[in-house]
């Protein structure tokens, strides 16, 4: 019997998904599981293992203002004070790793788990998507907003490396999509690049002609829009996708999932001819269909777009660093187009989506990386090197 303790980072759905899926891999008959986590991750997880496996750790994450940006005119001024709500963090993961007393401890981007595991004697394996903060870039030039940039940076990277090891779900440079948040650092020695860590759907081909069917998908090309992140940060996201199929369903199919995980399951057919789910069921189905994904620049969802081949128009959650720094690798490698936060119209993405679409050089570069990406196989790398500590 093994047992093994997760710690989840809790915003959004992009770490959990991953956790949850590389567990599966893992599990014996008689292992045993703890998962800690807060925030979205926490009721996602709470539907999908059994909830006595379940622990609610304090939350510790960022603010978000009314038009659903990064709140980093808040953030800056408190981020000392949030020192004293990350020692509650590390007290509670300590306590909760001493009595579970697992074999490992698998830490997702959350530090306060990497001090707990060390601090009761316990190996510790972390995961990792940035291994520094980055600022957003208007208070980088501010002296302030750089030098709590270099100091946290400097002493994440020094905790960072009290795990047994770090694992980067990344790709080596040159292809590096997270390398804004690693520039500056020496990690030759302590970081190991895995690859990436989205879940590799195999969708039955039944399954495929089944959501055709439903969807009365024809022969133009799909766009699949989908919403994520945290729920204050979709307003305007939504907004302008919405807008935006009026002119986009003459052309394409379209159809697009709000992510609401309470929402419902049942397709709702728009005057225009497209498509909206409040919570898509299916969506394996429509990204294994879709010609282009419409989507925020979280890690997950673009190592996805990689594996998968698709080229995508990526929108980075207003002042979000870590998005901004994906979605600008993204684009520089000619794998789709980023639109930020604070341009985005439904003009502005209506053209994107023809843009990428109507030049084949999107394609033809995603999937030559998509062939590089997939020597890889980042979930079954970590599911390895876990076992290797039975």
């Not at 009721?43 to 038009?67: I, Q, Y």
């Not at 940006?69 to 001493?98: C, T, V, W, Y």
Request: charged share 25%; hydrophobic share 35%.
């Amino acid at each position: 019997m093994r047992r093994i303790y997760f710690s989840v980072f809790g915003s959004g759905l992009g770490h959990v998904t991953r956790v949850l899926e590389l567990s599966q891999r893992l599990r014996q008959n008689d292992d045993e599981f703890r998962y800690s986590c807060s925030a979205q991750a926490l009721n996602f997880l709470t539907s999908r293992v059994a909830p006595s496996e379940v622990l609610k750790s304090p939350a510790l994450d960022v603010e978000w203002t009314e038009d659903g940006s990064f709140s980093s005119k808040d953030f800056i001024p408190h981020f000392p004070f949030m020192f004293n709500s990350f020692l509650k963090q590390i007290a509670f993961e300590k306590e909760r790793i001493g009595k579970f007393n697992p074999r490992l401890v698998v830490s997702d981007s959350r530090l306060s788990s990497v001090v707990g595991a060390r601090a009761t004697g316990h190996p510790v394996i972390t995961m990792l998507n940035q291994f520094k903060v980055t600022f957003p870039p208007r208070f980088r030039v501010n002296r302030q907003g750089r030098l709590y940039e270099r100091v946290a940076g400097d002493v994440l990277g020094l905790l960072w490396s009290l795990s047994d090891q770090v694992l980067m779900t990344d790709l080596p440079p040159p292809y590096t999509i997270g390398e804004a948040n690693l520039e500056g650092t020496d990690v030759s020695r302590i970081v190991r690049f895995v690859g990436f860590t989205s879940p590799r759907q195999e969708v039955d081909p039944g399954k495929l002609a089944a959501a055709r069917s439903r969807l009365d998908i024809d022969s133009r090309p799909l766009v699949f829009c989908q919403v994520s992140g945290p729920d204050a940060t979709k307003g305007r996201f939504v907004d302008a996708v919405l807008r935006s199929t009026d002119d986009l369903s003459k052309r394409y199919n379209v159809v697009v999932s709000l992510g609401r995980l309470d929402g419902s399951l049942e397709p709702k057919r728009l005057a225009n001819g497209g498509w909206l789910y409040e919570w898509c069921p299916i969506k394996d189905e429509l990204f294994a269909l879709s010609d282009l994904l419409v989507a925020r620049s979280g890690h997950g969802t673009i190592g996805q777009c990689i594996d998968g081949g698709k080229p995508a128009v990526l929108i980075p959650i207003h002042n979000h660093s870590e998005q901004i720094g994906n979605a600008d690798k993204f684009s520089k490698l000619g794998l789709g187009l980023e639109i930020r936060s604070e341009d985005l119209n439904p003009g502005r993405l209506t053209e994107s989506v023809d843009r990428c679409i109507g030049d084949s050089g999107y394609r033809t570069r995603v999937e030559a990386l998509m062939s590089i990406s997939r020597r890889y196989e980042g979930i079954d790398k970590c599911a390895e090197i876990i076992n290797s500590y039975n």
